[in-house]
């Protein structure tokens, strides 16, 4: 089903931008409007497939992550020992987080476009690990899938 805008029935919608609003009128959009993932299908397990430093900025680091069903995102993280390869947990825009007053946005990060979020601990509401330490996945996790509900135990 196509959603609409209630004020002037275009279909024309910016659903990515927050808030969502209507190209052809420019009024916000409603979720109910609007229609986008329920915001638990926005959190998910991402394969990291690229992982470069982000130029002049020490502590940043530019991925692209896969999130499934051909999706790839670029997200901007200081969090460290993210490398290619490994399975990692995102927020796409749009996802609301228990620790976070916002939803996530597509925003600039040290002069680049970020459009997620890398997740720690704390941001999905795990005990154990540090808040700013990616939650790193074991590869039985496949891009796209949700996250575990609790941190999974390191396989000895």
């Known amino acids: 089903m196509t959603k609409a805008c209630t004020a002037c029935g275009s279909e024309d919608l910016d659903l990515e931008e927050t808030p969502p609003f209507c190209n052809e009128c420019g009024e916000e959009v409603t979720e109910e409007e609007g229609g986008s993932e329920a915001s638990a299908d926005l959190v ?23 999130l ?14 993210c490398d290619a390869g490994k399975r990692i947990v995102v927020a796409k825009v749009g996802a609301s987080l228990p620790n976070m007053e916002e939803l996530v946005a597509k925003a600039t990060v040290g002069g680049v476009k970020s459009e997620g979020m890398v997740c720690d601990s704390p941001m999905l509401g795990w005990s154990g690990g540090a808040a700013g330490q990616a939650v790193f996945l074991p590869e039985s996790f496949s891009a796209g899938e949700k996250p575990p509900t609790s941190r999974p135990k390191p396989s000895s």
């Open 44 to 66: 998910v397990v991402a394969v990291i497939t690229e992982s470069v430093p982000v130029p002049n900025k020490d502590k940043l680091t530019k991925l692209r992550v896969d």
């Open 68 to 81: 499934g069903g051909g999706k790839e995102v670029t997200v901007v993280t200081n969090a460290k020992y």
